[in-house]
């Protein structure tokens, strides 16, 4: 029963993963570079794929910090996912707070995230609690 209701919970994080991180700043949309003529590769474009490799690596660094805040929060981050999930739950929290959007918008975004946290944490946390601690954790550690 237990696995049960943990599979479900965990299915529900990868939907809500995907409209976190993909709920950035409206900004985004119209910022996409205008279509060019296509090159082949050569040794002017190894730079960029180093560049695009450091920004993926600068990207995955949220997790450890966001797991630990969230840990010493009473959250055990060990069970939300790895440091990969983490942090783009992280970067999806960042992304929807630089846009603007209310915690209480951001909190319905997180919403089957908090149930599987509830489910780890029991009655030592409430939702609001969780909330809260899933923002200012993503907010004081990877925004």
Not at 106 to 116: D, F, G, N, Q
């Amino acid at each position: 029963m237990i696995r049960r209701r943990t599979r479900a919970a965990l299915a529900g994080l990868i939907p809500v993963l995907a409209i976190v991180t993909a709920c950035g700043s409206g900004a985004d949309a119209g910022s996409a570079p205008a279509p060019s003529a296509v090159t082949p590769p050569s040794a002017a474009t190894a730079p960029e794929r180093s560049q695009a490799q450091e920004a993926g690596r600068t990207m995955a660094e949220p997790g450890p910090g966001f797991a630990r805040a969230l840990t010493d929060r009473g959250i055990p981050a060990e069970k939300l996912g790895d440091a990969a999930t983490l942090a783009q739950l992280a970067r999806g929290i960042c992304s929807q707070d630089a846009a603007g959007m209310p915690a209480a918008e951001i909190r319905e975004h997180l919403a089957p995230v908090l149930r599987y946290a509830q489910s780890l944490v029991g009655d030592a946390m409430n939702v609001d609690q969780l909330s809260a601690s899933f923002i200012d954790s993503a907010r004081q550690t990877s925004c």
